[in-house]
């Protein structure tokens, strides 16, 4: 009977480091800085026939980048792409999730009405906008 617990215990601590090892990639290297940044492209709707190849090509290009050196600090791009359908609210709804949620410092919106949607959330929250 008292065999159980010692073998629940072992189980359990298997899955922690099962799920502590699937979970926990995606660390930083030593000394390279991640910057994020925030882009809202039509992925959806009739202009997703822009958004997407841009898509694809923005991550080939952080891809082909890779890491960069600023006054002497190693950093990677680290690229948050989301759905700003082309439309106003949906530039309000994509810079919103980017920045409180994503914490992004610099951000690019594709389209005018996007863009000039999202102008007054990123100014209001020290966001450079692109």
Same mark, same amino acid.
């Given at each position: 009977?008292?065999?159980?617990?010692?073998?629940?215990?072992?189980?359990?601590?298997?899955?922690?480091?099962?799920?502590?090892?699937?979970?926990?990639?995606?660390?930083?290297?030593?000394?390279?800085?991640?910057?994020?940044?925030?882009?809202?492209?039509?992925?959806?709707?009739?202009?997703?026939?822009?958004?997407?190849?841009?898509?694809?090509?923005?991550?080939?290009?952080?891809?082909?980048?890779?890491?960069?050196?600023?006054?002497?600090?190693?950093?990677?791009?680290?690229?948050?792409?989301?759905?700003?359908?082309?439309? &106003?609210?949906?530039?309000?709804?994509? /810079?919103?999730?980017?920045?409180? %949620?994503? @914490? =992004?410092? *610099?951000?690019?919106?594709? &389209?005018?009405?996007?863009?000039?949607? /999202?102008?007054?959330?990123?100014? %209001?929250? @020290? =966001?450079? *906008?692109?």
């Amino acid at each position: 009977m008292k065999k159980w617990p010692s073998i629940a215990a072992v189980v359990v601590l298997c899955l922690g480091v099962i799920i502590g090892t699937a979970c926990g990639g995606g660390e930083e290297e030593a000394g390279v800085k991640e910057v994020k940044f925030g882009i809202g492209m039509p992925l959806s709707g009739i202009y997703s026939f822009v958004g997407i190849p841009a898509m694809h090509a923005l991550e080939l290009a952080n891809e082909k980048i890779g890491e960069f050196n600023v006054a002497g600090e190693t950093y990677r791009w680290k690229l948050l792409i989301e759905d700003n359908m082309m439309t &106003g609210a949906g530039g309000v709804a994509s /810079a919103t999730k980017l920045i409180f %949620e994503d @914490g =992004v410092k *610099l951000m690019y919106q594709a &389209g005018t009405d996007p863009a000039g949607a /999202a102008q007054t959330t990123c100014e %209001e929250s @020290g =966001v450079l *906008l692109e």
